[in-house]
């Protein structure tokens, strides 16, 4: 368990942002950055690698498309063009399409509030599920992303670990299960860590590189 700690301790230290943060989302309980994320995960959603999608969710946000209202009252084009210069251009037509539609939905079910489905859901990491998916563009990996971004905000969906979060634990050698990660770091701190280990999953981070850090570290 010590060299578990340790372990995440420094892969906190190497990777401790998650991709709202990279994305420049302030996460709040609030409308706004709760919109963004889902802007954000609609967009990590797809095919494509997530620099580039945390790049593309940085255009709309600099294009003004913070809020449903303003998403949708943005046009189809404009959208397409912010994509683009996030190099999302695989998927931007089709994803201009889904984000404008998306906003739609917020707006006619949640009020533009992400919290009225927070609170429709109980806090319940599967009902929470099931409402995220509704949105277009968004799955069950989508909802997976939301989830492990919004614990930070919304601690009764903590411990949120997802498949790739776990696929990282795995490859460190740290427990394979939500619980047992908890384990490892501070409440407050668990969303980052999740982050970390996605990074860890996606090759963004090496896990050899972490464990000789940690052998290092240990061997003082």
Known sequence: MGDD???ARILLERQGRTYAQEAGIGLADRPGPLYQLLVLTTLLST????????????????????????MEATGWQERVDALGRGHYRRYDERTATMLGTGARLCLDRWHGDLRRLHREGGGNPTALRRLLTEFPGIGPTGADIFLREVQAVWPDVRPYA????????????????????AGLVPEGE???????LVRVALGEESAGEVNRTVATATAR
């Open 162 to 181: 997802d498949r790739r979060a776990l696929a990282g634990a795995q490859r460190l050698g740290l427990p394979a299960n939500p619980r047992g990660l």
């Open 47 to 70: 095919r494509i690698r997530a620099s580039v999608a945390v790049a593309a969710a940085r255009e709309l946000f600099a294009a003004g498309c913070r809020t449903p209202q303003a």
């Open 190 to 196: 668990f969303g980052r860590f999740a982050s970390a």
């Open 5 to 7: 700690r340790t372990t």
